[in-house]
């Protein structure tokens, strides 16, 4: 074994097309950092360990994945923007991720070096995961899609960014326009004078808002010289709008997203997915939704899955099974499909493009099968369900083992 990072990664030699890799679970980012070193210069299809766990194959593989994708969405690593005050310790934005912008004034900093470390990263992260068709639990945002794709972005991309801000610029662009049309108009300048004073931004001026030249929550970061000390007025508010775009959608994202492109390419060129759709393509990034209800109907689920030694479709537990799966809360979907292979995006297809097929299979143990939790392969998605008495007993096992199934791989 050759040692990579102390006693926290190495690898071992590689069999084949596969490249194995055992890692420290607690120190998954640092390792997989080093990982992603490794495949930039190999087609192996890469495979992980973990020290001090029995799993092999894909499952710890899917699971590593799953892992870095929630690190890589750590508040502290300032990578994405992030309106959510709680105290929760990663971004969730319901609009999808997308880089949080820097200032010209803190590019040469010690902390932006480190964030365009990450996105190289993730750009090799990203690559690797669809060359060897992992699943990554990375809700990226559509104009982070668009720019993967080599599309410009507009300004309708930022209502998807910032929904709130976007609504308002939204607003304030339609007056603009009507400001613009006045002061092209054939009119005289006093007409011209008396139809801008009337213009009006939900009933009231815009110099009324007492908005400054800055950047919509960041007083500090100034649009332009003196922004700060600048009102917004409705003769300045086309250059307001040009400058807050400019800085969202272009000038504080662009060099993160060179980065990004860096480490990709050292996978494949990122301009191979430029046929995808945006949906398409996060399809072939992070598979199915939970949200797709169309996989978790009790008619699916039975065609989806193979019962052995000791069960049919027919049988009591398995009907159980079935039963509480097309119930399942979104968190729920999530923590089962992550049980039974590692990560919790199921494939393109979902339970029925499993392969192999997910296998149900009667848990013998001495003692009442009431006492016993299920358990899985993740590697051949092989269930073991033990023969519960009820339903909600099933329910009750299932989801402790869902809980508890995240923590590590071990004999069962």
Known sequence: LRSLVGSEMCIRDRGGTKQKVRIVREHVLESAIKVMELCKNNKAILEVEYFNEVGTGSGPTCEFY???????????????????????????????????PVKESEVNSQEFRNVLSKFKFLGTFVAKAIMDNRLLDLSFSEPWYKMMLGRELTFEDFSIINPEVGQTLFEFVQLANVYQNIQKSSLTEEEKRAKIDALRYR???IEDLEISLTLPGDDSWELIPGGANTPLTIHNLT????????????????RQFKAFCDGFNLIFPLETLN?????EL???VCGSSENQNENWTKEILLESIRTEHGYTNTSRAVQYLVNVLSVLSN???RGFVRFVTGSPRLPIGGFKALVPKLTI???KKLGQADSFLPSVNTCFYYMKLPDYSSEDIL??????AIQHGQHGFSYT
């Open 66 to 100: 799953t892992l870095v994708s929630k690190e890589l969405q750590r508040k502290d690593l300032k990578l994405w923007v992030d309106r959510d005050s709680s105290t929760d310790e990663y971004v969730f934005s319901k609009c999808g991720l997308f880089p949080r």
């Open 361 to 363: 299979v009667r848990k």
């Open 239 to 254: 250059e307001y709008i040009d400058a807050v775009s400019r800085i969202i959608l272009k000038d504080g994202v662009q």
């Open 203 to 205: 009933g009231g001026r």
């Open 331 to 333: 968190e729920h979907r």
């Open 275 to 279: 046929s995808f759709t945006v949906s």
């Open 282 to 284: 996060d399809l072939v």
């Open 395 to 400: 329910r009750d096992k299932l989801l402790q």
